[in-house]
């Protein structure tokens, strides 16, 4: 599977929002295959890591959050259904269900179960596309995640036991 070319065909390429997509799934890319390196015992699958943070985030492009250059109709916490939906429809269903399965810790029926899964959900939450040039804590994005409830703080925290 080459990530670019599902990419090029929904991004334009001269596109802020292309240029936003791919920054920011780098950064998840790398903290992603960073925590795979520093854990072989965990024997994760690299290439599959690294293709599933590319594309986490591949759904954005229609939903509505023009702050960061999204200009679609669906509300913006659907974008990783859609993403999951698009990804399916070409065949790739491990990296559909990485899509469904990163916002947050994972919405109702949708959290991460797979280690690769989890992975790239964690690493997802260092970076914001909202503030590209920041990178938060892990106390920073635990705090983050406490509006949406303590259950998912704990969860996080697990992660970073389990991955730092």
Same mark, same amino acid.
């Given at each position: 599977?080459?990530?670019?070319?599902?990419?090029?065909?929904?991004?334009?390429?001269?596109?802020?929002?292309?240029?936003?997509?791919?920054? %920011?799934? =780098?950064?998840?890319?790398?903290?992603?295959?960073?925590?795979?390196?520093?854990?072989?015992?965990?024997? +994760?699958? &690299? !290439?599959?890591?690294?293709?599933?943070?590319?594309?986490?985030?591949?759904?954005?492009?229609?939903?509505?959050?023009?702050?960061?250059?999204?200009?679609?109709?669906?509300?913006?916490?659907?974008?990783?259904?859609?993403?999951?939906?698009?990804?399916?429809?070409?065949?790739?269903?491990? %990296?559909? =269900?990485?899509?469904?399965?990163?916002?947050?810790?994972?919405?109702?029926?949708?959290?991460?179960?797979? +280690?690769? &899964? !989890?992975?790239?959900?964690?690493?997802?939450?260092?970076?914001?596309?909202?503030?590209?040039?920041?990178?938060?804590?892990?106390?920073?994005?635990?705090?983050?995640?406490?509006?949406?409830?303590?259950?998912?703080?704990?969860?996080?925290?697990?992660?970073?036991?389990?991955?730092?």
């Amino acid at each position: 599977m080459n990530y670019q070319t599902i990419i090029d065909q929904y991004y334009a390429e001269d596109d802020d929002l292309r240029r936003l997509l791919l920054f %920011h799934s =780098r950064q998840v890319a790398d903290r992603s295959l960073a925590i795979c390196r520093q854990h072989p015992e965990l024997q +994760l699958d &690299e !290439q599959f890591v690294e293709e599933a943070a590319m594309l986490h985030d591949i759904g954005i492009r229609w939903c509505h959050a023009p702050s960061i250059f999204c200009n679609g109709d669906a509300p913006y916490i659907e974008h990783g259904k859609i993403g999951g939906r698009l990804l399916r429809e070409l065949g790739y269903e491990r %990296h559909a =269900r990485v899509c469904e399965r990163h916002t947050g810790t994972g919405l109702p029926g949708f959290e991460p179960e797979t +280690l690769e &899964e !989890q992975v790239v959900c964690y690493a997802d939450k260092f970076y914001s596309k909202s503030h590209p040039e920041r990178i938060l804590s892990v106390e920073q994005a635990a705090q983050s995640l406490e509006r949406f409830g303590h259950e998912g703080v704990e969860k996080f925290l697990s992660w970073a036991e389990k991955f730092e």
